[in-house]
Every structure is written in structure tokens, then in C-alpha cells.
T-cell receptor, first 107, second 113 residues
Framework: GQSLEQPSEVTAVEGAIVQINCTYQ??????LSWYQQHDGGAPTFLSYNGLDGLEETGRFSSFLSRSDSYGYLLLQELQMKDSASYFCAINNNDMRFGAGTRLTVKP | ETGVTQSPTHLIKTRGQQVTLRCSSQ?????VSWYQQALGQGPQFIFQ???????GRGNFPPRFSGLQFPNYSSELNVNALELDDSALYLC????????????FGPGTRLLVL
């Protein structure tokens, strides 16, 4: 089976950097994705790691280490609008999501 | 480019009834995945359709069924509704079975009384 673990809540201040970790147990997969979901909205794609290493997209970066069964999403220069839930997800002919990390950005 | 659309946006049903939810995939996408999201939880994978064939199923009972049409739009049918089926139902379209990027629709919020 597949399971993903991520912290339930993270709080940070505007302008700061925050890292949301994701550990997983799976026998094999194509890649690790990250999605953002604001309250009342639909998940939107942020980043994807098919290979080990760092992917950078603007203020957001994501990292994957298959040998450590670990990934993270790094958000830099936090803004109030970044307050949302963040989900890691395993791509393996479907998408298995973690329970989500609720990020609160304070002024 | 048209995004993913879902209908209806909200729905109220009673226990035992049946419901059909609809999803139009993003232009050019041949894969549709359906998810159930309870409040405060991550989306739970129900099943995926690729070129009109079911291509994977999550841990949901057979009363959850689906279809994909030649234009790649899709339906989710749920029979014998239970109170626990109350949730946000999301569909997502992608290109290919292991699409890196899934584009989600706004969801259908189902309430079962």
C-alpha cells in the first residue's frame, strides 16, 4: 500500500521561509507532486519531482530523495496569500494524497 | 483553453438515493480521475479513466462506478447513498495515465441526509 505523512499544521510570518516535509511508504511510483488548496477551492498544482533532487518554480521549490523516502516543499518569501493547505501526492497510475499541511502566514 | 468543469456545484440527497456527478475534462486531456475529499482531509482516490477504460481504482465499494465518454468527459455514479458519502467530489484531468500535472475542477459538494 501507499501512505504519506506530513505535518498537520505549520505557522510562519510574512517574508519567512518554510519547509513542509513529506515521508512516504510505497513500493514504486513515478514521482512526487505538491498541490495547494485554499479553503473552499480546488487543489492546484505546484510542483513535481520525477527524479531525485530539487525543482525550483519561482518562490516554490520541491525536493525528492527516493533512497530516503522523503520529499519537501520549500516556500520562500512567504506572503499572506500562501495561507492554505498543502498536499504531497504520489503519482503511480493514480494520485495518492497525504492528509495535508495547513500553513498559516502571519503578518 | 477550457478548464475542468463539474456539475452540479452542490447537491442534497437522502440515504439510499442514487447520484450522478459530471465532469468535463480540460481540452486535450484524455485521463480523468475522481476523488472524494472529506472536510479537513486530503483527496481520496476513487478511480481513474484513461481513453474510456478504467485504469485504477481506490478503496471504494462497487456502488461507486463511473464512465468516460469519447469526448473524455466523465461521470461518477454513487448508488445506495450513505451519510458518510457526504463530501466534496473532485475530478481532475491530465494527459496520460501517469500525468505529472492534474488539473482539478471546482468540485461538487454532496450532502446526504
Amino acid at each position: 500500500g501507499q501512505s504519506l505523512e506530513q505535518p498537520s499544521e505549520v505557522t510562519a510570518v510574512e517574508g519567512a521561509i518554510v519547509q513542509i516535509n513529506c515521508t512516504y511508504q510505497t513500493s514504486g511510483f513515478y514521482g512526487l507532486s505538491w498541490y495547494q488548496q485554499h479553503d473552499g477551492g480546488a487543489p492546484t498544482f505546484l510542483s513535481y519531482n520525477g527524479l531525485d533532487g530539487l525543482e525550483e518554480t519561482g518562490r516554490f521549490s520541491s525536493f525528492l530523495s527516493r533512497s530516503d523516502s522523503y520529499g519537501y516543499l520549500l516556500l520562500q518569501e512567504l506572503q499572506m496569500k500562501d495561507s492554505a493547505s498543502y498536499f504531497c501526492a504520489i503519482n503511480n497510475n493514480d494520485m495518492r494524497f497525504g492528509a495535508g499541511t495547513r500553513l498559516t502566514v502571519k503578518p | 483553453e477550457t478548464g475542468v468543469t463539474q456539475s452540479p456545484t452542490h447537491l442534497i440527497k437522502t440515504r439510499g438515493q442514487q447520484v450522478t456527478l459530471r465532469c468535463s475534462s480540460q481540452s486535450g486531456h484524455n485521463t480523468v480521475s475522481w476523488y472524494q475529499q472529506a472536510l479537513g482531509q486530503g483527496p481520496q482516490f476513487i478511480f481513474q479513466y484513461y481513453r474510456e477504460e478504467e485504469n485504477g481504482r481506490g478503496n471504494f465499494p462497487p456502488r461507486f462506478s463511473g464512465l468516460q465518454f469519447p469526448n473524455y468527459s466523465s461521470e461518477l455514479n454513487v448508488n445506495a447513498l450513505e451519510l458518510d458519502d457526504s463530501a466534496l467530489y473532485l475530478c481532475a484531468s491530465s494527459l496520460g495515465r501517469a500525468g505529472e500535472t492534474q488539473y482539478f475542477g471546482p468540485g461538487t459538494r454532496l450532502l446526504v441526509l
